[in-house]
């Protein structure tokens, strides 16, 4: 779950401010990948390059950055510890640099995905070039290329399994992100317009040049929509906050608990307990807290997974003492993290019932196209029933949402959705 960003500044006094602004971009995207940091600029018909394995608030160096010029680049963050410095995205292969999101269905992956683009270019122009490259690489991604002349390609694969916006150019900065609040985070007030599964554009100083292919098979990721998304962020038109609102409203009609208070795992399922809340009357409370705003779901070992657990999630026992609580949460995927936290929540703060409800459904298989789930072995819901669930990790009861229910929230048909983690079943892959 990358995030990538790229920009096309349309002044050329921008060649010294281009690079700090996708640092911005990237640190607006830091919940896609808190474990590299890399941004290629184009200058004087050569890559300019800074990469580093930080997360992006601590990789933004000014003085580092202000080493690599251009008016026009692209950037990426990642959840992938690389060995080689050269594999930190974004990745420079065949004379293009790229950073993208998802994995490409290919023997080399995201290289030979930029071996066969740089083809493409020889022999045609940039937004045809990414068109055909997309028509021949199967999977579930997003890409923005970039060439040393200083174009930017970017696009998303035939059925838009990952996101991907686009703002601007025609007198402003042209601008590409993985989400739309990055364009937040540098200052953007154009609406966003959103690229279409199998859409590819190239951004020049001047223009901005579209090529589509042909297909009717929309499989948006959505798990997206749940957890990876970031709350200011709309994904192909519809708005993530409101989708939030709604799974807590429907988790409340599905689930009306009898309980104290309720109260939502930070950060992702606030916004579901405070639609419980309000649809319930059940007070929302404030109850845990947070060391480092880190996403420990996305760390790559199980280690730093229990340690980023202690430094986000720390009941507090003022709040939850010898209370009936509702804990609401974006998923369940090991269940590793919500037993330790309900044991510490009945032993150290006293709670009485303890009831989980899930803003999502039962997430039971691998995703191959990049979100991090682990090994099927490894899913709690993939082997046990509710009950079964609730004892294992300590609830009284558990509750989770169906696809249908998801689809209903997110507000398009469940037949645009991929739900391949929730279901074991990838629609229409070759």
């Known amino acids: 779950m990358p995030g990538v960003f790229g920009l096309r500044a349309y002044y050329e006094d921008w060649v010294n ?5 996708i640092g911005y ?7 896609r990948g808190q474990e590299s940091f ?3 600029t184009a200058y004087d018909s ?14 933004f160096d000014e003085r580092k950055l202000g080493r690599i010029p251009g008016c026009v680049g692209i950037g990426a963050v990642s959840i992938y510890k690389e060995k080689n410095r050269k594999n930190v995205q974004p990745i420079i292969e065949n004379g293009l640099a790229l950073a993208y999101d998802g994995r490409f269905q290919l023997e080399d992956g995201a290289r030979e995905f930029a071996r066969m683009l740089g083809k493409e270019l020889e022999r045609n122009q940039p937004e045809q070039a990414g068109a055909n490259a997309i028509e021949k690489v199967s999977g579930g991604y997003a890409f923005c290329a970039l060439t040393k002349d200083g174009t930017i390609i970017f696009g998303r694969d035939k059925r838009g399994v990952k996101p991907l916006s686009h703002v601007g150019l025609g007198f402003d900065n042209g601008l590409v992100s993985s989400e739309t609040c990055a364009f937040n985070v540098v200052g953007s007030k154009s609406p966003p317009q959103y690229v279409e599964p199998g859409e590819c554009y190239a951004i020049s100083r001047y223009s901005k040049k579209k090529c589509k292919v042909e297909t009717n098979d929309r499989k948006l990721c959505a798990f997206e929509c749940v957890y990876l998304a970031n709350i200011l962020s709309k994904l192909d038109g519809f708005a993530i906050s409101a989708v939030r609102r709604r799974i807590g409203k429907r988790l409340a009609e599905k689930y009306p608990v009898s309980a104290d208070i309720v109260v939502g795992v930070p950060e992702t399922a606030r916004p579901f307990a405070l639609a419980y809340s309000n649809a319930t009357g059940i007070p929302v409370e404030e109850g845990f807290a947070r060391i480092l705003g880190e996403r420990s779901a996305i760390k790559p070992t199980q280690f730093e997974r229990e340690v980023g657990v202690q430094l ?3 009941p507090i026992r003022e709040v939850t ?13 090991r269940g590793t993290t919500v037993r330790k936290t309900f044991k510490f929540m009945r032993d150290y703060c006293g709670v009485k019932d303890l009831h989980l409800l899930v803003g999502s459904p039962k997430i039971v298989a691998r995703c191959p196209y990049g979100t991090e789930v682990p090994g099927e072995d490894e899913l709690i819901a993939r082997h046990l029933s509710d009950r079964e669930i609730a004892e294992a990790i300590g609830a009284d009861s558990i509750g989770f949402l169906t696809v249908e229910d ?3 929230c997110i507000g398009i048909s469940l037949e645009e959705l991929c739900t391949g983690c929730f279901t074991g079943k990838y629609q229409g892959e070759d």
Do not use: W
């Not at 003492?321 to 995927?333: E, F, G, L, M, P």
């Open 312 to 314: 986000k999630l720390n």
């Open 25 to 31: 971009g990237l640190i607006g995207l830091q919940h």
């Open 406 to 408: 998801l689809a209903d």
């Open 46 to 59: 050569k890559f300019k390059v800074y990469k580093c394995q930080k997360q992006a608030r601590d990789a």
């Open 38 to 40: 890399g941004i290629v």
């Open 321 to 333: 003492a010898r209370k009936n609580v509702i804990v609401i949460d974006d998923s369940v995927v």
């Open 17 to 21: 401010s281009t690079s700090r602004f």
